[in-house]
């Protein structure tokens, strides 16, 4: 079965940096778009970054740019996002997801990622 497992959340002070993994198993990892979330105490979840599925394309949301960087390496079917720069309104649970079109969409358990001094 597919399974999303995030890990490398924690607590970290403003300015700090943390690098958030997802492995992924049960599906063609190498073959599809990875994608990061993150959702906010009382709001909404919120799309945080995607990459290709050669990992040759990536895109941010406008408020993370130039502080995050999403990669992947297909070998070890795994994803990461590399927070830097890191903000109190960074703070989050965040998850990670891939889109398997007609076998479903599916999300990790999501990891906590607290920006606070």
């Known amino acids: 079965q597919v399974q999303l497992v995030e890990s490398g959340g924690g607590l970290v002070q403003p300015g700090g940096s943390l690098r958030l993994s997802c492995a992924a198993s049960g599906f063609t990892f190498s073959s599809y778009f990875m994608r990061w979330y993150r959702q906010a105490p009382g709001k909404e979840r919120e799309w945080v970054a995607t990459?290709?599925?050669?990992?040759?394309?990536?895109s941010y949301l406008d408020s993370v740019k130039g502080r995050f960087t999403i990669s992947r390496d297909n070998d070890k079917n795994t994803v990461y996002l590399q927070m830097s720069s890191l903000k109190p309104d960074d703070t989050a649970v965040y998850y990670c997801?891939?889109?398997?079109?007609?076998?479903?969409?599916?999300w990790g358990q999501g990891t906590q990622v607290t920006v606070s001094s």
């Open positions: 997801n891939c889109n398997l079109y007609v076998r479903g969409n599916y």
């Open positions: 990459i290709t599925n050669g990992g040759d394309g990536t």
